[in-house]
């Protein structure tokens, strides 16, 4: 199964292959915050420093969101990231 580490706590959780970020996040005791769970506020923009190629790319939507709050190309939503391979991220 796919592994996220967050490089700012070193936690790490293992994900389903082709699983939800937010639900593997809920399911456990990640160090993540979430806010509308629906792609529109921002809370949980992160930036993915290793394995963005892992992850099913984001919609011109999501992408538009998270770069109001990153400046990072590998900004993405916690809550709209599904995964497929391993990744390393920290909070934007």
């Given at each position: 199964?796919?592994?996220?580490?967050?490089?700012?706590?070193?936690?790490?959780?293992?994900?389903?292959?082709?699983?939800?970020?937010?639900?593997?996040?809920?399911?456990?005791?990640?160090?993540?915050?979430?806010?509308?769970?629906?792609g529109?506020?921002?809370?949980?923009?992160?930036?993915v420093?290793q394995?963005?190629?892992?992850?099913?790319?984001?919609t011109?939507?999501e992408?538009e969101?998270?770069?109001?709050?990153?400046?990072?190309?590998?900004?993405?939503?916690?809550?709209?990231?599904?995964?497929?391979?391993?990744?390393?991220?920290?909070?934007a």
């Open positions: 199964m796919p592994t996220v580490t967050f490089s700012h706590t070193g936690a790490t959780l293992e994900v389903e292959p082709g699983g939800s970020f937010l639900t593997a996040c809920e399911d456990s005791d990640a160090p993540a915050d979430f806010g509308c769970q629906s529109a506020c921002g809370v949980c923009t992160l930036v420093e394995g963005a190629g892992n992850l099913i790319p984001g011109e939507e992408l969101v998270a770069s109001q709050f990153s400046s990072e190309a590998t900004a993405r939503l916690g809550c709209q990231v599904v995964v497929n391979g391993d990744i390393t991220v920290r909070p």
